[in-house]
């Protein structure tokens, strides 16, 4: 099925505005693209503003803006931060640097490079370059140095315009070439000479000459090699590209866009042809150097009118903005590059004015604008991945089959795409080109894009991802951009990159990487699958999920899938379960971690198993099997295999301590000791200790009575004396590294305290969340309860009996604080009575399912709400995570040491489960190197 655009433009038909393919989309005519008078009005000395036209489509870049800036010389056309150009001046400085380079390098066919910033002089340089008829190449600043000397030596550019700043750049990249210095270009001899859009020789610039086939850039994009590969870009098609944008996107003069994309790459270049080529102002803004926080500001002080994004740009954008913010100027925003969501829409919607619109853009380097999709205002948002549209003007686009057939509307095929108006090729790679490309009959290009797609009977264009990443799962074709697709509608997940693991002989499998939303509770892998299978058939739910801080991406903004993680790798050849007790575990696995299967090699944690994952999975046994287990059974055999035996001689086997979990016995280094949170396993420490490295020995603590029955402790202080015995057994002697976790970080701090007073030192105190205790809360501020008790002491005597009732009456207060709930309407709540009527028997029955936990975290409030901390003056690292009730630097008022904050963009639980505690593990080791090397100097300096 083919499909084109109304309006699309054909150099060889008799009227270029009629086309072949049906039709599909309808595109707004020129005079009704200007709604008021600041919009499509403009002219200039008696000369009005002409819209491009299909004749225009022959001409070159350069010659178009000339045209532009002559109908409308004292309109800003260029504006960065701190600097702005009309057409007129930005035409002339143009003219003069043009001159520059023709004076230096001369005419000819070999491309002229610039290493220039994202800002109007930037901008001018590159108009320049046009301007000389060489094919341009644009380096960017943000690209790797090495990267670059790549760029240079495959595009035989023969010199290059650049400011002091990228001398030094180019100097590392190993540039052979001659440099030019864009801030002394009005000094040059050649640039006072040029008159009227004249080169110094009194001759028309020869980019001005350029026909639509000349070469007008070389747009180096990611090689599937690892070498950059240069994409030859005609003036046809850049200038075709303004006139679809001008059709699709409604450019006119009165616009003023926002170029935040990097005009070295193909898309934000193609901004700038959208803009100036239609008479709109651009507006750069590099977010990349200048933070994506005062991106808001930019465009609502310029207002600005149209943005142009990718995906994550955009994300990255909502993030920023203030809750009943907005940017009231846009009337347009775009995204590129990558799928888009409904979710990605319906989060900026809120931030837009009423009328604005919201369009999806695609396309690629070799095709440039493949099609538009807009959603109008008020219009219902599509679920999942947002359509790619109808083709844009010039560009006709075929669904074939493997063996060149055209498909029927609603099948899936290949995405060709036929035009005057793509790519020329691979710059210098004929083979690389005659691959991808071909001539067809009426001079046209044709070129397989390498995407899957569809057409819906409306004609709208439906991209599903790489041809090459659709995989067979169990026989069924499977294209990862739908799993991404259910993935991000997930509310709790912020970017998904699904991939396809090809090992033969293993089976296929799919493999997810997430990133967590930030403040949003952080999914298990067993929570992640489970709800995908609501919507997913069972073969496309991800078998590895991996979460991650953030997706890798290339300089261009889009994932780089090169450089994500390495897939969790099967132990071994998968083994299927062959004994009883490896077949009914098998079972149990599957439904805690909803798998299909799970091989007797696969370890309970890489599957995506947590500590609350491993307590169901002990209910289960227990009320299954009968067997009730140790926390330290998924510790100590990790595999199924392993685990199969251990349940099968489970009557035999218990904890070795019920207080103490090793979960990595000796090491190299000095042990850390973490404390487990209130009615938290010791086992939520176990991925921390996976990643601190086999070296490192860690031990947890938790509550004593939580898995075997013993009388708890009921108080902090109590708990902590517990824990430093049990902590000195293992290691006699200071220094001593201690992590607490919520609750944990109270207790904590407090063996800190008791290891201080009995002489030893704590060489590190950490706190994951911690929050300062309620006892500070309900007792009033500290500062105002010493001063109370100085007041006291300088009582009278006289005075003592009614002080002694004073005091009598102030404590019977604080005890009713403590035992009874915060706000006093939900004392009579049955959810309240239920668990202060359990909280005696913590410890010393068994309870019933999740009664159990309830019962010991409110014994962990009850510890809290009695707790005093007193200052500590060690040395301390804070992690707090999002949504934190206390003030930012709360614990500075008791960590009266050195100490670091570190914020965690995830709520209080998921702190503790990765991507966030790679980070944490990471911080925490890193801490520990730095102290255990300085204790290691002072020992050598004593000893000598």
């Given amino acids: 099925m083919t499909w084109s655009a109304e309006g699309a433009a054909s150099r060889t038909d ?159 990249a190993g540039a052979t070439v001659p440099l030019l210095d864009l801030e002394e270009v009005e000094a040059h001899p050649a640039a006072a000479a040029t008159v009227g859009g004249l080169s110094p020789a009194g001759t028309p610039f020869p980019g001005d000459l350029g026909g639509a086939d000349a070469v007008a850039a070389v747009v180096f994009t990611s090689g599937s090699t690892g070498e950059p590969k240069g994409v030859v870009w005609t003036n046809g098609t850049l200038v075709n590209d303004a006139y679809a944008g001008m059709l699709a996107l409604g450019f006119a003069p009165g616009d003023r866009a926002a170029l935040v994309l990097p005009y070295a790459f193909a898309a934000g270049f193609t901004v700038v042809g959208f803009a100036l080529l239609n008479g709109v102002g651009l507006y750069a803004y590099d977010p990349r150097s200048l933070g994506i926080r005062d991106l808001p500001d930019w465009i609502t002080s310029n207002e600005l009118t149209t943005l142009h994004t990718t995906p994550s740009l955009l994300r990255s954008l909502v993030g920023a903005l203030d809750d009943g913010a907005e940017l009231t100027s846009l009337r347009l925003v775009t995204t590129c590059g990558e799928a888009v969501y409904g979710g990605d829409i319906a989060a900026i919607r809120p931030y837009l004015p009423p009328t604005a619109v919201y369009t999806n853009w695609s396309g690629s380097s070799e095709v440039a604008s493949l099609a538009f999709f807009e959603i109008a205002p008020g219009e219902q948002i599509p679920e999942g991945t947002i359509p790619a549209g109808w083709p844009a003007a010039g560009k006709d686009v075929t669904i074939e089959r493997e063996d060149g057939g055209v498909v029927p509307a609603g099948e899936t095929g290949d995405v060709v795409v036929s035009s005057h108006f793509l790519a020329a090729g691979y710059w210098n790679a004929p083979e690389l080109s005659a691959a991808k490309f071909s001539r067809l009959p009426d001079g046209r290009l044709r070129c397989a894009t390498g995407d899957l797609g569809r057409f819906e009977p409306d004609g709208r264009l439906l991209l599903l991802g790489r041809r090459d990443a659709a995989v067979k799962v169990r026989g069924y074709l499977v294209e990862p951009s739908e799993i991404e697709s259910a993935l991000l509608a997930l509310p709790e997940i912020a970017e998904a990159v699904v991939v396809a693991v090809r090992n033969p002989p293993e089976p296929n499998r799919l493999v997810a990487y997430i990133v967590p939303r930030a403040g949003d509770t952080t999914l298990s892998a ?27 991406r290339t300089e261009r903004g889009k994932v780089d899938r090169r450089a994500l993680p390495e897939p969790p790798a099967r132990s071994g050849s998968f083994r299927i379960p062959e004994t009883q007790w490896e077949m009914l575990l098998a079972d149990l696995w599957c439904r805690v971690l909803e798998l299909e299967q799970v091989g007797v090699d696969d370890d309970f944690i890489e599957l995506g198993g947590d500590s609350l994952a491993a307590e169901e999975l002990r209910t289960l046994i227990a009320e299954e099997v009968g067997v009730r287990l140790p926390v330290t059974a998924l510790v100590d055999a990790p595999t199924l295999g392993e685990f199969a035996r251990k349940v099968s001689v489970a009557q035999r086997s218990g904890p070795a301590h019920p207080t103490i979990v090793p979960l990595r016995a000796g090491g190299t280094r000095p042990p850390l000791f973490c404390v487990a949170g209130a009615a938290q396993l010791a ?103 010493r001063a109370d008790g100085a007041r006291q002491e300088a009582v009278p005597p006289a005075q003592a009996r009614d002080t002694v009732a004073d005091t009598y009456r102030r404590r019977m207060r604080s005890l009713r604080k403590v035992l009874l709930p915060e706000d006093p309407r939900n004392l009579f709540n049955k959810d309240t009575l239920l668990r202060m009527a359990q909280l005696p028997l913590t410890g010393l029955l068994v309870l019933p399912g999740l009664d159990e936990f309830d019962a010991f975290f409110a014994h962990g409030r009850m510890l809290e709400r009695y707790y005093r901390p007193k200052p500590w003056a060690g040395r301390a690292l804070v992690y707090r995570a999002m949504h934190n009730p206390d003030p930012a630097k709360a614990w500075s008022r008791y960590l009266t040491g050195s100490h670091d904050y570190h914020d965690v963009p995830t709520e209080h639980f998921s702190m503790m489960r990765e991507p966030h505690i790679v980070d944490i593990a990471r911080g925490i080791r890193a801490e520990m190197d730095s102290l255990i090397e300085r204790h290691a100097a002072v020992g050598t300096r004593r000893g000598r």
């Fill in 683 to 785: 086992l939520a420490y176990l991925s921390l200790a996976r990643h601190l490295g086999d070296d490192q020995g860690v031990y947890a603590f938790q509550a004593h009575g939580f898995e075997q029955r013993g009388i708890p402790d009921w108080s902090v202080e109590r708990a902590a004396r517990r824990f430093v015995q049990l902590m000195r057994v293992i290691q006699p002697y200071g220094p001593y590294y201690v992590v607490g976790h919520s609750l944990g970080g109270l207790i904590a701090l407090e063996m800190a305290q008791q290891l201080a007073a009995a002489g030893e030192e704590v060489a590190l105190l950490t706190l994951l969340d911690s929050y300062l205790p309620a006892s500070l809360r309900l007792a009033g501020d500290e500062e105002a309860a």
């Fill in 14 to 172: 008799p009227n270029p505005l009629e086309t072949s393919g049906s039709v599909a989309g309808s595109w707004r005519p020129v005079e009704a693209l200007a709604t008021d008078s600041s919009r499509g009005k403009f002219s200039a000395t008696g000369v009005p503003f002409r819209p491009l036209e299909p004749a225009d489509l022959e001409s070159s870049i350069s010659a178009r803006f000339r045209a532009v800036a002559r109908m409308l010389p004292g309109v800003p056309a260029l504006v960065s931060p701190g600097h702005s150009l009309t057409f007129a001046e930005a035409d002339a400085r143009a003219d003069q640097a043009a001159a520059v380079l023709l004076a230096e390098l001369g005419a000819g066919d070999e491309p002229v490079a610039t290493l220039l910033p994202h800002s109007v002089g930037g901008l001018v340089g590159m108009l320049a370059a046009l301007r000389t008829g060489r094919p341009l190449v644009m380096l960017d600043p943000m690209v790797p140095a090495a990267r670059l000397g790549q760029i240079l030596r495959q595009s035989g550019a023969v010199g290059c315009l650049t400011d002091p700043a990228g001398r030094p750049v180019l100097e590392e």
């Fill in 526 to 552: 067993a929570a992640i699958r489970r709800k995908l299978r609501m919507k997913l058939p069972t073969w496309m739910v991800p078998a590895s999920i991996v979460p991650l801080p953030a997706l890798p």
